[in-house]
Nanobody, 120 residues
């Protein structure tokens, strides 16, 4: 079983910054993709940023140039550095991790979500 713990959300003024963290623990053999999603009230969950095991990254157009995703493979942790935040970035942010367990079973786990609120 794989467990994800997110942290770092909060309330910030427009133009401010926040850093989200998501740590994976449990019976993990390897981690492939680590992604951040967000869901605003009344909207569908959307992919914000992703990073592969090799370090390749991709971003939603709406956050390019403002958000940076990174990972620490020694800690099984993924980060999302968010700068120049806008009110439209307000949402619950979720991490999603894909990999394999120690018995070579694939897993896909979601974090519990962390609220990010950007005031204007």
């Amino acid at each position: 079983q794989v467990h994800l713990v997110e942290s770092g959300g909060g309330l910030v003024q427009a133009g401010g910054s926040l850093r989200l963290s998501c740590a994976a623990s449990g019976s993990i053999s390897s981690i492939n993709a680590m992604d951040w999603y967000r869901q605003a009230p009344g909207k569908q969950r959307e992919l914000v940023a992703g990073i592969t095991s090799g370090g390749s990254t991709n971003y939603a157009n709406s956050v390019k140039g403002r958000f940076t995703i990174s990972r620490d493979n020694t800690k099984n942790t993924v980060y999302l550095q968010m700068t120049s935040l806008k009110p439209e970035d307000t949402a619950v942010y979720y991490c999603n991790v894909l990999g394999y367990t120690i018995v070579n079973s694939p897993f896909g786990s979601w974090g519990q979500g962390t609220q990010v609120t950007v005031s204007s």
